[in-house]
């Protein structure tokens, strides 16, 4: 989870560009944009660091089993696929 945008005028921060990916055959309706980052540090407290940390040293730290960690991440994007058959 990372603030992109200020709070008073709705820019993007330095750093972050945002745009708009035009028109879209046969699905006008939906209306999607692209997101950058170009230099933009990301505060540690924003990092999801359920099962990795790095301090403020910048030293990586690994919590749990690789294993099991690499098991989670295959089984979550076989239900992402799943899902979007449906």
């Known amino acids: 989870m990372v ?3 200020e709070t008073e005028t709705h820019m993007p921060f ?3 560009e945002v745009g708009d990916m035009g ?3 046969g699905y006008s309706s939906m209306d999607n944009g692209w997101l950058s980052f170009s230099n933009y540090r ?3 407290t924003n990092h999801l660091s ?3 940390e790095i301090d403020k040293e910048g030293d990586f730290d690994l919590k749990g089993d690789p294993r099991l960690i690499y098991r989670i991440m295959v089984s979550t994007r076989m239900l ?3 899902g979007a058959t449906l």
């Open 3 to 5: 603030p992109i945008r």
């Open 14 to 16: 330095p750093g972050v």
């Open 23 to 25: 028109a879209k055959l």
């Open 42 to 44: 990301i505060p540690r």
């Open 50 to 52: 359920r099962f990795c």
């Open 80 to 82: 992402l696929i799943q």
